[in-house]
């Protein structure tokens, strides 16, 4: 699903935000995206979102090479990754069922089939029942839920998730964790960004460590590798 080939980003001035990583992650497969601030994460997933192009090197995502896209194309692609953000980004001047329908609403999909999608959403996540609220009603985690069912009610291949459990205690992160599991179970592809090292560890799911944008590590977390 996605497949980085010796990528290097380079930012004007020179600064060299990633260096030769190379990685492939398939269908259904979930991948934390680790590092101090700074080691190219976001880089990581920009390239992904085509928010950035490679210096050199090829990206590929479902299989087509992203180098080849033309400009035209940007807005097709990115409808099939879904994307959540550390602040969810939600709009307070409307309901949850609001907020999770956007991305169908920019697409056209007739108002009966808008419905029948964003409610399978919530129910996934657990808020079918607060679907009339408006967002800031629900706590940081509900919220944070309110964010995933938005980025997964358009069934995207490709969920990326950038810091999702930025501001949760560890309790919740665990729980959006678990979501964002269940999706990889039915053959989502998930990257998962952040620096959370103890919730990687507790969550034993493959791990892509960048430094000074490199990519260091690309297995078990470290810590539960040498068996302890
Ligand atoms: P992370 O998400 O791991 O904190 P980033 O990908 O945001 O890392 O940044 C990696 C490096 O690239 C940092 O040193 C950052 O300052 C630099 N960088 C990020 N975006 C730009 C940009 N648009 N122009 C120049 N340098 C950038
Ligand atoms: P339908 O396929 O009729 O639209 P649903 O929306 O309830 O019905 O989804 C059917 C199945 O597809 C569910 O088991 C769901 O978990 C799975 N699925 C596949 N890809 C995704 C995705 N990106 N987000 C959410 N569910 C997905």
């Given amino acids: ?77 990115r409808r099939h990754i879904g994307v959540v953000f550390q602040d969810h980004q939600l709009l307070f001047d409307r309901t949850v069922f609001d907020n999770v329908a956007m991305p169908l609403q920019v697409t056209g999909v007739p108002p009966n089939e808008i419905g029948r999608r964003v409610r399978a959403a919530l129910d996934k996540v657990g808020l079918l029942k607060k679907e009339q609220l408006n967002p800031i009603s629900l706590s940081g985690g509900e919220q944070q839920r309110v964010g995933i069912a938005r980025a997964v009610v358009n069934k995207p291949p490709l969920l990326l998730a950038d810091e999702p459990t930025g501001n949760l205690d560890p309790a919740l992160s665990s729980e959006i964790m678990d979501l964002f599991r269940e999706f990889s179970r039915v053959g989502v592809c998930v990257m998962v960004a952040t620096h959370d090292i103890g919730l990687i560890e507790t969550m034993a799911q493959r791990t892509l460590e960048l430094s000074q944008g490199e990519l260091v590590h690309d297995g078990l977390p470290a810590a539960l590798e040498t068996g302890h």
């Fill in 1 to 77: 699903m996605i497949e980085f080939r010796q990528v290097t980003k380079r930012y004007e001035q020179q600064f060299t935000a990633l260096r030769g990583v190379s990685f492939a992650l398939g269908r259904g497969e979930m991948a934390f995206l680790t590092g101090h601030s700074g080691a190219g994460k976001s880089t990581l997933l920009k390239l992904i979102m085509l928010m950035e192009r490679a210096t050199a090197g090829q990206v590929l995502v479902g299989g087509q090479a992203l180098e080849k896209t033309p400009r035209r194309r940007i807005p097709y692609i």
